[in-house]
């Protein structure tokens, strides 16, 4: 029995040691949130939603792995590319943007998403959103036969909004909270790429809502809402 854990535990580690040599392909699916607004009581606007592409995101991998005790084996850190990250492995743009879009027509009567700032005069207000970084962590933890995997992600992001005139009213940058990440004990390796996956959508989601919200309670976006300069 000793020798067949010891020879799993072998075989799972050297999984993992591989692993933290390549770069797998993260599969997120973010969902967007359902918020109680009827018809009726959204922000009477139509919003230019930009999400640039390309996306001038930094994207930070962090792999770690561990000992029952807490005492890491080995680790390793490395920063992707914009290109590698963000397009290849890791599609942070494009799910962003779609889950963005779908939240932020709950709360105004007008969304149209964009890939650029439009032109001044053609929305009534220009909302841009940018993830300045994303971190990736992944921890493994070792005890015997079986292992767990551990992942989280936390995103930096920065929000702009315009007057239909592209004058800027309101900016704020912020990170997101770490939201205790996904977790799996499994035979051996945990399935981290789609754990690291669920981790982001689960993020993205979120900030999506909570960047709407927060968009929509600006006092300068209200006056605008009501016809008036924002100025």
């Not at 939603?49 to 792999?63: G, N, T, W, Y």
């Not at 981790?199 to 600006?218: C, D, I, R």
């Amino acid at each position: 029995m000793g020798r067949t854990t010891s020879s799993t535990f072998g075989l799972t580690l050297a999984a993992l040691l591989g692993a933290c040599q390549s770069l797998p392909t993260y599969p997120i699916n973010a969902r967007p949130r359902k918020l109680a607004i009827g018809e009726g009581d959204k922000v009477p606007l139509e919003v230019a939603l930009v999400i640039s592409e390309p996306m001038a995101c930094r994207l930070f991998l962090d792999r770690r792995i561990a000992r029952p005790s807490g005492e890491t084996f080995r680790s390793s850190s490395r920063e992707l590319s914009g290109a590698e990250g963000t397009d290849q492995y890791y599609p942070l743009r494009r799910e962003f943007a779609r889950v963005a879009e779908a939240t932020f027509r709950q709360v105004f009567t007008g969304v149209v998403l964009l890939k650029q700032l439009p032109p001044p005069g053609r929305h009534g207000a220009v909302v841009q959103i940018d993830l300045l970084e994303a971190r990736i962590m992944e921890v493994a933890v070792f005890g015997g036969k079986r292992g767990r995997t551990h992942a989280d992600v936390v995103l930096t992001w920065r929000l702009e909004v315009l007057d239909g005139a592209n004058v800027r009213i309101a900016e704020e940058r912020g990170q997101t909270e770490p939201r205790g990440g996904v977790s799996a004990a499994e035979e051996g390796l945990g399935p981290a790429a789609e754990m690291v996956g669920e981790a982001t959508a689960e993020q993205l989601s979120e900030l999506a809502k909570v960047l709407a919200l927060k968009t929509a309670g600006l006092p300068a976006v209200r006056v605008l809402a009501a016809g008036g300069r924002s100025r």
